[in-house]
T-cell receptor, first 114, second 115 residues
Framework: AQSVTQLDSQVPVFEEAPVELRCNYSSSVSVYLFWYVQYPNQGLQLLLKYLSGSTLVKGINGFEAEFNKSQTSFHLRKPSVHISDTAEYFCAVSTSGSARQLTFGSGTQLTVLP | DTGVSQDPRHKITKRGQNVTFRCDPISEHNRLYWYRQTLGQGPEFLTYFQNEAQLEKSRLLSDRFSAERPKGSFSTLEIQRTEQGDSAMYLC?????????????FGSGTRLTVV
């Protein structure tokens, strides 16, 4: 079984500052890794995913994440945030099983302050 | 195509009543998923369909829950004899086959409140 830990439940940051949202995972098999964003009363939107290849993954809205196998981490970064980035961010893992089931972390609330 | 659609967006029901939610996936996607998200938590897997076949169910899906996808297109999730603990956001997602099935598209969810 796999699990995901998002180390910070809330991250406040000023507009135009850089941000890093931390995610660590645990799994006994190879995993695929994802970051989703959820705006209030909305579903989840896929930001980016790591399936294979380059460990630095670029996503939508200027976000990127780096897969670090030795540290079992997949931290999300953005060099300069905007007010509109205020949302809940979820890290998730999936294994190669047929169901493609996702296991989510508990989320990080990013609040961008003016 | 407008993405994954869920109906209704909100549902308030009295404890003990039955409720049914509908999900319309992206038309060319043959995989369909149901997840449940409680307040302050990440979504949790409930069940998965490939075409009309329900291939996997979570232990979270008690006997009061049933999901169908009769023609391999839309799906319904029914909860019988609702309890207050069923209050949550119910999310549907879909994906195509192959490598694209990793990281699927979610709908906006149905928020259920049991009073």
């Amino acid at each position: 079984a796999q699990s995901v830990t998002q180390l910070d439940s809330q991250v406040p940051v000023f507009e135009e500052a850089p941000v890093e949202l931390r995610c660590n995972y645990s799994s006994s098999v190879s995993v695929y890794l994802f970051w989703y964003v959820q705006y209030p009363n909305q579903g989840l939107q896929l930001l980016l995913k790591y399936l294979s290849g380059s460990t630095l993954v670029k996503g939508i809205n200027g976000f990127e994440a780096e897969f670090n196998k030795s540290q079992t981490s997949f931290h999300l970064r953005k060099p300069s945030v905007h007010i509109s980035d205020t949302a809940e961010y979820f890290c998730a893992v999936s294994t190669s099983g047929s169901a493609r089931q996702l296991t989510f972390g508990s989320g990080t609330q990013l609040t961008v302050l003016p | 195509d407008t993405g994954v659609s869920q109906d209704p967006r909100h549902k308030i029901t009295k404890r003990g009543q039955n409720v049914t939610f509908r999900c319309d996936p992206i038309s060319e996607h043959n995989r369909l998923y149901w997840y449940r998200q409680t307040l302050g938590q990440g979504p949790e897997f409930l069940t998965y369909f490939q075409n009309e076949a329900q291939l996997e169910k979570s232990r979270l899906l008690s006997d009061r829950f049933s999901a169908e996808r009769p023609k391999g297109s839309f799906s319904t999730l029914e909860i019988q004899r609702t309890e207050q603990g069923d209050s949550a956001m119910y999310l549907c997602a879909s994906s195509p086959e192959g490598f694209g099935s990793y990281g699927y598209t979610f709908g906006s969810g149905t928020r259920l409140t049991v009073v």
